[in-house]
């Protein structure tokens, strides 16, 4: 029994090690998963990457990622994010610690100086990576978040409890467990995003679980516990990214504000904003018209 045991721990280990390194100043960093939409024909113009908010993924980005990559012929990588999507699952869920996983995606890949895009939460990714290392970065685009210690506008809160609820009572039809979800959301379209996270487990054997139950294929505790990090902003004003960034704001949304122009323009002097008639998910709600700023902008 000891001997399986140790067997098993080194097996563990071992898929735990392939997946994780030491980054940047010995903080360990996870090899993300991610989706590669190659241009029509070889270009040298700098790729793409992009990162999806809180409790997204890659999926979230697939439409847009391939009509980008054809339009301005280049390549788009649409990344998920740690303990998010099909990425690995660890601690911390810091800025520091994303950032370093993107530095070293970048790395890894051989990606040279690419454009950074990131709504939200991933904003937040793509900002402290410019300002972190900003010779790796080409251009910037922070979809609807600023540089600020902001308030979430949506009860990410509430929804961990939900999701939670869900895979505790053992729900196996998604409309049993939208009806748990219409309780503390209104919108249709955010209990549905919201849903993409959770999974049927088809396996049986699974402790606990009811054979075709859903299960959340992120770690809800650890994201519920790291709302507040998710929120602040906590890098140097001294910090500045001097090169091409563009802040697309929904208007009916309450992050692209004149409170927060100032931190805006002391950490990225040379930026512009666009502002669209949407709410907080600006890609989501007018994906036209957002690709068309991103195209303008990186072709300018």
């Not at 997204?56 to 990559?69: C, E, T």
């Not at 370093?100 to 995606?105: E, G, P, Q, S």
């Not at 890949?109 to 939200?120: D, M, N």
């Amino acid at each position: 029994m000891i001997a399986a045991s140790r067997v098993r721990m080194a097996c563990q280990l071992g898929r735990q090690c392939q997946t994780m390194a030491r980054g940047v100043r010995g903080l360990s960093t996870a090899k993300l998963e991610f989706t590669a939409t190659k241009a029509d024909a070889p270009s040298s113009k700098a790729p793409l990457v992009i990162l999806h908010g809180l409790f997204g993924s890659k999926q979230n980005w697939r439409a847009i990622s391939k009509q980008l990559s054809r339009v301005l012929g280049r390549d788009t990588y649409s990344v998920d994010l740690r303990n998010h999507g099909d990425s690995p699952h660890m601690a911390p869920h810091s800025y520091k610690a994303m950032s370093a996983d993107i530095v070293r995606f970048i790395r890894d890949h051989r990606l040279g100086q690419p454009v950074l895009i990131g709504h939200s939460m991933g904003g937040k990714v793509v900002m402290r990576t410019a300002l972190d290392h900003p010779d790796l970065v080409s251009r910037l685009i922070v979809d609807d978040i600023v540089p600020c210690t902001v308030d979430l506008a949506h009860d990410f809160g509430r929804y961990v409890v939900g999701l939670r609820e869900i895979e505790e009572k053992g729900i196996a039809v998604q409309k049993e467990a939208d009806m748990m979800l219409a309780r503390i959301e209104d919108d249709l379209s955010v209990r549905q995003f919201l849903l993409t996270n959770m999974k049927k487990v088809k396996d049986p054997q699974v402790e606990g679980g009811v054979k075709g139950a859903y299960r959340s294929r992120i770690p809800l505790e650890l994201l519920g516990d790291s709302l507040n990090g998710i929120v602040a902003w906590d890098v140097s004003p001294d910090k500045v990214y001097p090169g091409p960034t563009l802040f697309i704001g929904g208007e009916r949304s309450p992050y692209v504000k004149p409170h927060a122009f100032p931190a805006m323009s002391r950490h990225f002097p040379q930026h512009e904003v666009k502002m669209l008639d949407t709410g907080h998910w600006v890609h989501a709600e007018k994906p036209q018209e957002f690709m068309d700023l991103v195209c303008d902008f990186i072709d300018e």
